[in-house]
């Protein structure tokens, strides 16, 4: 072989060996690199409906409620405020694109009044039905459209009976053996007039020879005709409608007043109302009746006022919006949100809060109890405190991002693990949790007889709670969780020793947080806290009843180490606080 020839091979051997380690360093990894990205991918979502958020499966295909195509939702890797289903983290351009709005929640003093809208409808005290009172053919009408004013007393029809005949013709043959009979003639009298035949025209039948073939009918009352049921050639016959004559002198204001504003409704209540129909114009009135059941498909009830009508400027028909003097007091103090924070579903109230001190932006779902509606605002009566923010535009689109994003949202809510109990277990318990307190805050201060002291308020208080209350299974939950306690409220109550005191009340605030947990809070919030350094080192809990950290297990000497787990608030479900959810150990 000539040396170029060697050189050849070499060269080929040496490509041969750089792909050869080209594949083992990097070909191979790269398969598993692909391999591991396709499982990640398999692996990244789940799929579920956008209407039945509740439906998840694993692969795509259609919801089995409504048939629908599934969506996918990613389970990737969330953050600490993500991994809190109350909560909902979005991007400032998901922001921007849905327009969310938010509006702080503040103490506001909230007039009486409330805001209705109905109608103006005729005042059925004034309406008249003209109605035959002899059965006849119309043979002319003098009211020939709706809508023409006429007077009492004036001539709406002329209808020619038989009947009338026969009567006037007995009529005529009694007046003239009157003297012989006069009972007779009486009788033939009577009955004209009760066909509504005046005295001038019975006396001018018995003075005359001829019959009367056609009878007027008469106005009753002067108004405006708002029906003509008859038609020239029809026949009636006794007690037949022919028109309907309104006054609209005066008119009823109709208002709907649903099942949530009844408590500030009453009888004699003023109310101002404006119709747009009548621009610049304003209207007053006062409420004269209240329609005692509910219309069963507005879940409303009518609300009425007369109000008088010169001119006729008000016309049965035309819409107005009206603001109602309520039965609450002058003023009421308390917070108020936007009607447009609060997504309603028929057995709950839900707002979303802003969550500040997070990289991007947050909102958390939260149930609370609506007041009273008050114009455009809800009262608040517990679930949010004055300088929260609430979404108050584009609420939908953060709760549709929810449900798709697996959080708990309007339609899809936590079960609740708290019981119901009666309202005097609920003012003992309060007292028991507010003794608790004053124990805690002792231990903060590191006040040994202070400790004693409260934990001998908190073993009285807890003697005083009334378990007969309870339901039999509540009951025995109950049962389970008094002896630790008090157990360990005795301890601190007999120890002269700090460090002691404060190994006894780990076990204690564990026991109470699990009442808590069973009863709820009904007076104020309160937080789960811990300090993972306490016990040495182990971690313990707590409760308090406000959310700065101070820390009963250390005291001055690490005052504010610990964090915020949870937050009770007084509903029927207590919810974890996004805003307080892992807000980093401190010291």
């Not at 409808?121 to 002899?134: D, K, L, W, Y």
């Not at 919006?321 to 609060?342: D, F, I, Y």
């Not at 605002?377 to 939908?396: P, R």
């Not at 006040?447 to 007969?468: H, I, M, N, P």
Request: aromatic share 6%; with cysteine.
């Amino acid at each position: 072989m000539t040396a170029r020839n060697k050189s050849i091979a070499t060269y080929l051997l040496i490509a041969l060996a750089g792909v050869a380690l080209g594949w083992l360093l990097f070909g191979r990894g790269s398969s598993e690199t692909v391999h591991n990205h396709a499982a990640e991918a398999a692996g990244a979502h789940e799929y579920t409906c956008s209407m039945h958020p509740q439906i998840r499966q694993q692969e795509p295909g259609k919801c089995p409620i409504c048939g629908m195509d599934l969506v996918a939702v990613s389970s990737g890797s969330r953050s600490a405020s993500q991994a809190n289903p109350y909560v909902l983290e979005m991007t400032p351009e998901a922001v921007a694109l849905a327009n969310i709005q938010t509006t702080v929640v503040g103490t506001a003093s909230t007039e009486n009044e409330l805001q209705l809208s109905g109608t103006i409808q005729q005042n059925e005290e004034r309406v008249s039905s003209i109605t035959a009172r002899f059965p006849g053919r119309v043979e002319r009408l003098f009211v020939n459209s709706m809508g023409q004013q006429v007077r009492q007393g004036e001539r709406l029809a002329s209808v020619y009976s038989p009947e009338l005949i026969s009567a006037q013709r007995e009529l005529q043959e009694a007046a003239k053996a009157r003297e012989l009979m006069p009972e007779l003639h009486e009788a033939a009298r009577t009955k004209l007039r009760l066909l509504g035949i005046t005295n001038s025209q019975i006396q001018r039948i018995e003075n005359s020879s001829e019959l009367i073939t056609s009878f007027d009918i008469y106005a009753s009352a002067s108004g405006v005709v708002t029906e003509r049921l008859v038609a020239t050639g029809d026949y009636v016959t006794t007690g037949s409608p022919m028109f309907t004559v309104a006054n609209l002198n005066s008119v009823w204001v109709v208002l709907d007043a649903y099942e949530s504003n009844l408590a500030q409704v009453q009888q004699g209540a003023s109310l101002n109302f404006t119709a747009p129909g009548i621009p610049g114009k304003n209207f007053t009135a006062k409420v004269k009746f209240i329609t005692p059941v509910l219309i069963t498909g507005t879940r409303a009830v009518q609300v009425r006022a007369e109000v008088a009508n010169p001119g006729n400027q008000l016309r049965p028909g035309m819409f107005v919006n009206a603001t109602m003097q309520t039965a609450a007091k002058k003023e009421q103090s308390g917070l108020t949100v936007p009607r447009s924070a609060v997504l309603w579903t028929g057995k709950r109230s839900v707002v979303y809060v802003k969550i500040d001190n997070l990289e991007k932006p947050a909102f958390e779902m939260r149930e609370v109890i609506l007041g009273p509606q008050l114009g455009e605002s809800y009262t608040i009566e517990s679930g949010l405190s004055a300088g929260e923010e609430v979404v108050t535009n584009g609420v939908f689109a953060v709760d549709g991002a929810a449900q798709l994003s697996g959080n708990y949202s309007m339609m899809t809510a936590p079960v609740a693990t708290t019981v119901t109990v009666p309202e005097a277990f609920q003012n003992q318990f309060a007292a028991l949790v507010a003794h608790y307190f004053t124990l805690k805050n002792a231990l903060v201060a590191s006040d040994v007889a202070a400790a004693r002291k409260a934990a001998g308020s908190f073993l009285a208080t807890l003697g005083q709670v009334d378990r007969s209350l309870l339901e039999p299974e509540t009951h025995n939950r109950w049962m389970e969780i008094i002896p630790p306690m008090k157990l360990n409220a005795e301890a601190i109550q007999k120890l002269q020793d700090l460090e002691k005191q404060r190994i006894a009340f780990s076990p204690l605030s564990d026991n109470l947080i699990a009442a808590v947990e069973l009863f709820g809070v009904q007076q104020q919030v309160a937080y789960k806290q811990t300090c993972p350094m306490a016990d040495n080192d182990a971690g313990a809990f707590w409760l308090s009843e406000q959310k700065e950290i101070r820390n009963p297990y250390f005291g001055e000497a690490m005052l504010s180490c610990g964090d915020t787990e949870k937050t009770y608030r007084p509903m029927a479900t207590p919810a974890k606080s996004p805003e307080d959810s892992k807000q980093g150990h401190q010291h």
